[in-house]
């Protein structure tokens, strides 16, 4: 059953994914790009990925789209030129995609317990995380104590990603270029009842769910990535239905690039503090007389470092495209 | 039905190729940036699909339930973090295209060729 429910759900995204190239409108592309990202947190979750579903259902299909809608109020709605279909990538592609599928043949099933991928390092992590660490949700064991190098690494990748949007979207935009249609103009959405109404009441609960998913992430799916996207989905709502001055009254831009810095500022220094006390960088089992604690202790903050940051991040780089179309 | 365990490859091959003929042929920059998009989930999907174990659940410890099989945690955690990651550098892209907008007024990227030309 679950197997048919898998091939049915990938083969909705393939034509997904065909409607997305197809579409000369870039609305519609980037509305499809949203049910694709949808239907891909299906498969995730039936894949048995939790986490990696809530956070594809959070960033791919919410924040993406947003970043999209963004872009597309401040240049063009339409592909522009007519291009028939071009042989040659598609000849180079076809051969490509035939190696692909050939070499498949090759793979384990899916689901075979016995593929090289589970049997090495992911049975140790599995065994260990009850003794070494115990919380519930070994994905976030790994994630934040386990493999913390990881993940301190890709939280600076995002930090600089931020910083770098801020920079290109900072320098002073050409004066005499109009922008014809504005998604986050300062009205909002105030003069629909609908979305307001129903939108407005939605926002707390998103706050209150992404705060839930933040602290509740070491015994089921969640943790400070996730966390962030949801925060920043019900702020960047928020901004969408009362404009951009009451989002920006609200959640200031200083307080913004203070959460981006103090978040991988908080990482850093759990790291640090874990040499100072004598272990090594990250090594969480010092923090506390009891090493067990310590992990706890470590894996709470560590995730709170990567929720400030991703929140921060996100909401700044939404703030940006959006103060561009003033 | 023998070769339905292998189905999930074959949706990763024509993703993968669906996106990378989009990144080639395509003109328009904002739909090069959803074609990397989607280029980029292809490869989550076979992270995701090499983690199934048969019979496992989520790697999630329940104190009350013995001998639980568990999917495999590690492609999980390191598409986790990819997924956020590929975000933040999506919008990087994205605002690369704005300001390549209001130089040249144009997101066809042959058409900014030829007014860099100018």
């Known amino acids: ?326 | 039905m023998e070769y339905i365990g292998l189905f999930n490859y074959w949706v990763f091959a024509v993703l993968l190729m669906i996106g990378m003929y989009a990144i080639i042929a395509k003109r328009n920059l904002i739909k090069k940036l959803l074609a990397l998009a989607m280029f980029q989930s292809a490869v989550f999907l076979l992270y995701i699909t090499m983690n199934k174990v048969d019979g496992g659940t989520a790697p999630i410890i329940r104190a009350d339930v013995q001998e639980q099989v568990f999917s495999n945690p590690l492609p999980q955690v390191l598409i986790l973090t990819a997924i956020v990651v590929g975000v933040a550098t999506l919008a990087l892209g994205l605002a690369i295209v704005v300001r390549i907008h209001e130089t040249f007024g144009t997101i066809e990227e042959d058409q900014v060729y030829v007014r860099d030309r100018e």
């Not at chain 1, 949801?230 to 959640?251: D, F, M, N, T, W």
């Not at chain 1, 103090?262 to 090594?280: D, E, F, K, P, R």
């Open chain 1, 1 to 326: 059953m679950t197997t048919v429910l898998c091939v049915f759900m990938l083969t909705l995204l393939v034509i997904t994914a065909f409607g997305m190239i197809q579409a000369r409108n870039l609305f519609s592309a980037v509305m499809l790009g949203g049910i694709y990202s949808f239907e891909m947190a299906s498969i995730f979750f039936i894949l048995d990925a939790a986490d990696v579903a809530l956070t594809e259902a959070a960033i791919g299909a919410g924040i993406t789209t947003v970043f999209f809608l963004g872009a597309l109020a401040l240049t063009e709605h339409r592909e522009r030129g007519r291009h028939g279909p071009q042989w040659l990538p598609i000849g180079v592609m076809t051969a490509t995609g035939m190696m692909l599928i050939y070499a498949s043949f090759d793979n384990p099933r899916i689901g075979d317990p016995n593929a090289p991928v589970h049997l090495h390092v992911a049975p140790w992590y599995l065994e260990q995380t009850p003794q070494l660490i115990d919380i519930q949700n070994i994905v976030s064991a790994i994630l934040a104590s386990f493999r913390g190098y990881d993940t301190l690494g890709e939280l600076f990748v995002i930090f600089t990603a931020g910083i770098g949007v801020l920079f290109i979207l900072s320098a002073p935009a050409p004066q005499d270029r109009k922008v014809s249609e504005r998604l986050m103009n300062a009205e909002g959405l105030r003069h629909h009842l609908v979305p307001r109404v129903v939108g407005q009441l939605l926002v707390p609960f998103i706050v209150l769910f992404g705060l839930y998913v933040q602290f509740h992430g070491d015994y089921g799916p969640g943790g400070g990535f996730q966390a962030g996207a949801l925060i920043s989905a019900g702020l960047i709502l928020y901004a969408l239905l009362r404009g951009e001055i009451a989002a920006l009254r609200a959640v200031p831009i200083w307080f913004l690039r203070m959460l981006i810095v103090s978040g991988a500022l908080l990482y850093t220094t759990v790291g640090i503090a874990g040499m100072l006390l004598g272990g090594s960088f990250l090594d969480y089992s010092v923090l506390s007389n009891d090493p067990v604690a310590g992990q706890h202790l470590g894996i709470l903050l560590v995730e709170v470092g990567v929720g400030l940051t991703v929140t921060g991040v996100l909401l700044s780089i939404f703030h940006a495209f959006a103060a561009r179309g003033q």
